[in-house]
């Protein structure tokens, strides 16, 4: 029973690094440079409303993440009953999620409400250069934000990966 609940957990597990890394993968790379395709106008609207969905689920997959990140690793033996962390490569692993989390919220909660008010201000002022400057400035933080949290994301999947086949021991 108790392997069946760690393939189970392990699963979810994977599928909710899909989700999350996947997501933002498929947003900043396929999706975003889509939107050069449509009049300029619609991106706003089309943009936040995939962003707005695309951040429950993301959000919903950190938790799950976090949630079947513990069990299995107390299931495991590398948590103890003190929720004392005996494995330094877990260590490692949980520090770079920290990293991803931290930048996805900056991204989410400091660079974007700025973005939009600043959109929303050249909306009104579409020729004032000061404003497109700042909007400019704060979508290529937002970027290298992103790619930071995808390859804190990417270096987790690859010492997970490591780990599970025995490239690198606990």
Do not use: C
Not at 112 to 129: C, E, I, M, T
């Amino acid at each position: 029973m108790v392997d069946l609940l760690n393939l189970l957990l392990g699963g979810l597990h994977i599928f909710l690094v899909a989700i999350w890394i996947g997501g933002s993968f498929f947003s900043s790379h396929i999706f975003k440079p889509s939107l050069l395709k449509i009049p300029p106008k619609d991106r706003g609207t089309l943009l936040t409303a995939v962003g707005e969905k695309f951040t429950v689920y993301a959000q919903i997959a950190i938790v799950g993440l976090l949630a079947t990140g513990i069990i299995r690793a107390w299931m495991l033996g590398y948590l103890t009953n003190d929720f004392i962390i005996i494995s330094p490569i877990l260590n490692v692993k949980i520090l770079l999620v920290a990293g991803m989390i931290i930048s996805g919220t900056v991204n989410g909660s400091v660079i974007k409400p700025r973005l939009f008010d600043l959109v929303a201000k050249s909306a009104k002022a579409p020729d004032n250069l000061h404003i497109q400057k700042r909007i400019h400035g704060l979508q290529s933080k937002q970027k290298i934000n992103t790619y930071l949290t995808q390859a804190l994301g990417i270096a987790v999947i690859f010492l997970a990966v490591s780990l599970r086949f025995g490239y690198i021991q606990i």
